[in-house]
């Protein structure tokens, strides 16, 4: 009895463990609908100020440097020191979220540092922090509460540092690296070279707009126009990665219900045949009984 007795605390544990990760997928799933609609209403915007400022690129290079001098479009191959501005959750129970990320990061540091490049990393997000603390890893800037609950003002606070920092020479290259939202399933790694600009690899005219650019004309326009670049690719990854966390932990709470169903019914199974021993146990104890008094 004492079998039968574990056997059914351990039922009872799993679907308290169930009703639990039942109720965090249906939490994740209300949540990823307002992420998800914002994250879509912000990618256009996105993607079209990234499509300029890269159109810009290409044209600025068609007049010389004398003319408009900035340190966003010129394409340095002599790197030395590089920011990773990276972006995690502040919570777990999201599957393999998190870990993608940080891997992708510890990738990229590796691949710089091959070539002698220096890294500086700019952590958002308590799970990576948490993990590059205990790999004991040096973090320049660490950002927590942020990538929960995203706000313009906090990623203009994280991406103007790094940017003073490019513009003062301190740096020659900021990469934005976040797991990103595809769909209700999926998420999509996303590396984004922030600065300097890199304009289109092969544009043909019909890829071009009809802007024209005139550098002694449009400097502050242009510097205008480079601030609402950063702030929002950076706001646009907090969004999108945050996006991508409800999916995750939708998906990774959806599975987490399956294996506890599938863990009561393996042990409501269990249960079955044990308390069937039991009963054949004692039935044959109540007939040898019965046969040893004839």
């Not at 990234?50 to 340190?71: D, G, M, W």
């Not at 990538?147 to 513009?167: G, H, L, R, V, W």
């Not at 950063?230 to 939708?250: C, T, W």
């Amino acid at each position: 009895m004492a079998n039968l007795k574990e056997i059914k605390r351990k039922i009872r544990s799993v679907q308290n463990t169930e009703k639990t990760t039942r109720a965090m997928k249906l939490v994740s799933t209300a949540k990823l609908r307002k992420a998800e609609e914002v994250a879509k209403q912000s990618r256009v915007y996105a993607i079209k100020i990234n499509e300029v400022l890269s159109e810009i690129a290409f044209k600025i290079t068609q007049y010389s440097t004398e003319k408009l001098e900035s340190r966003f479009f010129q394409q340095n191959e002599d790197l030395k020191m590089v920011d990773i501005i990276f972006v995690t959750a502040d919570k777990g129970l999201c599957g393999g979220f998190n870990a993608q990320t940080i891997k992708r990061v510890k990738k990229l540091m590796e691949e710089y540092k091959s070539k002698g490049i220096k890294v500086r990393l700019r952590a958002v997000g308590r799970k990576g922090i948490e993990f590059f603390n205990f790999q004991d890893i040096e973090l320049l800037k660490t950002y927590q509460n942020v990538s929960s609950n995203p706000s313009y003002e906090k990623a203009q606070e994280i991406i103007i540092d790094a940017i003073e920092d490019f513009n003062s020479g301190k740096t020659d290259r900021v990469v934005l690296v976040h797991n990103g939202y595809l769909n209700m399933i999926s998420q999509e790694l996303k590396i984004n070279d922030i600065v300097p600009v890199e304009p289109p690899k092969k544009p043909d005219d019909s890829s071009l707009s009809l802007m024209e650019f005139e550098p002694e004309g449009d400097e502050k326009i242009l510097e205008e126009l480079m601030q609402k670049y950063f702030e929002y690719n950076m706001y646009y990854a907090l969004i999108d990665s945050l996006a991508a966390e409800h999916s995750a932990r939708m998906q990774a709470m959806d599975s987490a219900t399956n294996n506890a169903k599938e863990r009561v019914e393996a042990l409501n199974i269990a249960y079955n045949k044990a308390r069937q021993e039991s009963i054949t146990t004692e039935l044959i104890e109540i007939i040898s009984g019965v046969e040893s008094l004839k």
